[in-house]
């Protein structure tokens, strides 16, 4: 088979079979079947969402996390209300997923009542894609803000070595359906994620994505790897990375300032900080109110006259939720390299490897 033909994602499965088989992996590492619940719901949504980067082909590098005894599969997440509120939770060097799915869940609480919720979380772990928390948000009807730091990856402006995350900035609101609003960006031209995926599926990049360790720039993703990601907007990018540092690290008591180590190094935990808000949305206005002015806002978007050559405009989250709508009625797409390594995951806990549609 050529390179090519092997990097083709032309095999599918369902969401269900997913998780099931997310599900699988994790107890048989000593994830608790709730929590293995919350896990691989968190993973295949990014799946869905055309997200692949940050999706079940992650779980890899978290069970061999916990196979080195850097990831605690079994910890207790605590939870202490600050003030009515401000929540802090300890991950315990637990699953992100599981530390900040709990942090969401008691903003929006907290905003039910008094209009604003906020968690900070320390001692985590990565969580994958962000927008699965703005979603969180959405379906309880909340706006909401959600921030991460990461692990080195992007040099500081000015600076050539390795040292903000790659950090993503998210937020969101409801609007009607077709309308909720959902931005969740990383700092980077690229996310890193997109550069593993490349490397995994043996495709090149483009040439503005990274420079290697000489600081030339390159279309190899293994190179790419051993160099630094370029921020968007040079100062602008490096300004919203620093960003996510001071509300994630800073503030939580978790790593900061390059502390935070990766997911895919295995040698000691990651100390990732996140900082998540819930914020209600008919405080001034009604609800319905608000979600007609949602509406709004995406037909005004959508139907801006479009520049030449552009076919087609779309709202922040659009093409996320399109390609969710496809997805859950096609299966996932993945390659056969990709199938393997999930499989072979699975063989080592004995569960039954993954079934294609
Ligand atoms: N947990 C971590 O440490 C970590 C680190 C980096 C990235 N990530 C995740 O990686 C994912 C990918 O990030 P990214 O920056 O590569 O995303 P991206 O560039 O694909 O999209 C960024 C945003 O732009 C919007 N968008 C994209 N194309 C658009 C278009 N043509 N018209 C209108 N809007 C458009 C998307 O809806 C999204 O909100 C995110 O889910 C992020 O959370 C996670």
Redesign the pocket.
Known sequence: MSSDAMAEANQRVSAQEARRLLQDILKGNGVSPENAAIVSKCMVA?DL?G?D??GMNRISSYMERVRQGVLNPAAEVTLNQITPVVAQVDAGNGF?FVAAHRGMAAAIEAAKVYGIGMASIKHSN??????WLVQQAIDSDMMSL?F????PALPVFGGKSKML????I?CGAPGRGKSDF???????I?????IYKAKRRGEKIPLDWALDSEGRPTDDPAAALEGVMLP?GGPKGSALAIMMDVFSGVLSGSAFAGGVTN?YDPSKPAN?GHFLVAIKPDLFISMDDFRDRMDHLYQTVVGSDKAAGVER????????KEAQAEREMLGIPLVQAEIDVLNQEAARVNAAGLSIL
């Open positions: 990014a969402r997200v980067t940050h992100g990565h969580f994958g894609m962000s927008a959600v991460t730091n990461s692990s995350g790659v950090s993503p998210a959902i931005l969740d960006m990383a700092p980077s690229a996310a890193r994620g997109k968007m997911p990732v405009i779309y709202f922040p989250g659009e093409i996320e």
